[in-house]
């Protein structure tokens, strides 16, 4: 399966206030990642192809893990348990070839580096706010 790394801007910044102030700024930053989360799984879903809908379903039945304050790491994607043929749907067609699937209009091939780069500079944002979050609490604290 394909891992799209998302860049943020400022985000040394960002890990100096993590580690200086862990308590307030791993919560904004854990908001930012499961809000960021959100905005791939809003962008990815509506091209994942729904021929039975259990591959888009997987994403909501154990494919996406959220962040903590104290683990700040989240991943979303398809539950391979549940819909095992993921990687098969997503690899088969390589970016601007063939893909035809009469059964789901409007769905691409490589869906979920699609859907991440379209929720790009919504994650950036989302990072953005988390550091004014942090720099706001930390301001009146």
């Given amino acids: 399966m394909a891992v799209i790394v998302i860049k943020i801007k400022n985000f040394e910044r960002v890990k100096r206030a993590i580690d200086a102030h862990p308590q307030i700024a791993g919560r904004h930053v854990a908001n930012a990642i499961n809000l960021g989360l959100a905005d791939i799984r ?5 091209i994942t192809p729904k021929k039975t809908g259990n591959l888009r379903s997987s994403f909501d039945r154990g494919g996406t893990i959220f962040a903590t304050p104290r ?10 348990a549940v819909a095992p043929y993921a990687v098969f749907v997503n690899d088969l067609y390589p970016i601007g070839g063939r893909y ?5 209009s409007g769905t691409l091939p490589r869906f979920l580096e699609i859907g991440s780069e379209r929720a790009a500079s919504k994650v950036k944002k989302r990072f953005d706010k988390a550091l004014e979050n942090i720099t706001r609490d930390l301001a009146t604290s």
Wanted: aromatic residues 0%; glycine residues 10%; proline residues 15%.
């Fill in 71 to 80: 683990k700040l790491i989240g991943s979303i994607g398809p539950n391979l």
């Fill in 100 to 104: 035809k699937n009469p059964t789901t």
């Fill in 42 to 46: 809003q962008a990815t879903i509506p």
